[in-house]
């Protein structure tokens, strides 16, 4: 089955700090996403990416970026932490027309 | 814009005590009606993919039903083991990618 490893359970950071978290897959799909996933709201979908170099903005992009440099690889930047952005941060894989989704476990941060 | 209510937020069931978990949708077109378990610490999990009105999909003690409006995932004399949070989740047509979630139903089953 695929395989989709977040490089880190658990985060705490520091207001104003950039964060990056890292999303590998290991079954060549096109398709990578990152949500948050918060207390009574769901998933909230904030950036995806259809190919290499490609991305597009999802429900809730501001004070993230992301960069797809690899096909295997997806990762999602806060530019500068803020409390606000304390969460669960889940990345997914779907191989392109599949509407299915791989979740990885998922990483908790904490923006202090 | 996509919008799936789940219902009711959480279920606390004794073993055997068979219920059902309730997701309504408005969507402009739905391509694809989706439910995920999601067990503490992990990401969530696909169970079921529901594309038209009327089907039912069934995996083991879990079915899932569609209507033009909601669906329901029916939870038959459940064990411990299916304790768990179930989210329901909608594509549409106008979009090839995005799934939109709702806030998710968790179940706990008591032994």
């Known amino acids: 089955d695929v395989k989709v490893t977040q490089s880190s359970r658990y985060l705490v950071k520091r207001t104003g700090e950039k964060v990056f978290l890292e999303c590998v897959q290991d079954?060549?799909?096109?398709?990578m996403f990152w949500y948050r996933q918060d207390p009574g709201l769901g998933l909230r979908l904030i950036y995806f990416?259809?190919?290499?170099?490609?991305?597009e903005k999802g429900d809730i992009p501001e004070g993230y970026s992301v960069s797809r440099e690899k096909k295997e690889r997806f990762s999602l930047i806060l530019e500068s932490a803020s409390t606000n952005q304390t969460s669960m941060y889940l990345c997914?894989?779907?191989?392109?027309?599949?509407?299915?989704?791989?979740f990885g476990s998922g990483t908790q941060l904490s923006v202090l | 814009e996509d919008q799936v209510t789940q219902s009711p937020e959480a279920l606390r069931l004794q073993e055997g005590e068979s219920s059902s978990l309730n997701c309504s949708y408005t969507?402009?077109?739905?391509?694809?009606l989706f439910w995920y378990r999601q067990d503490p610490g992990k990401g969530p999990e696909f169970l079921f993919t529901?594309?038209?009105a009327g089907e039912e999909k069934e995996k083991e003690r879990l079915k899932a039903t569609l209507t033009k409006k909601e669906s329901f995932l029916h939870i038959t004399a459940p064990k411990p083991e299916d304790s768990a949070t179930y989210l329901c989740?909608?594509?549409?047509?106008?979009?090839?990618?995005?799934?939109?979630f709702g806030a998710g139903t968790t179940v706990t089953v008591r032994a």
């Open positions: 990416s259809y190919d290499v170099k490609m991305k």
């Open positions: 079954m060549d799909h096109e398709n």
């Open positions: 969507v402009s077109g739905l391509r694809g």
């Open positions: 989740a909608v594509q549409a047509y106008t979009n090839d990618y995005k799934l939109s």
């Open positions: 997914a894989t779907q191989q392109s027309g599949r509407e299915k989704l791989f």
């Open positions: 529901l594309y038209s």
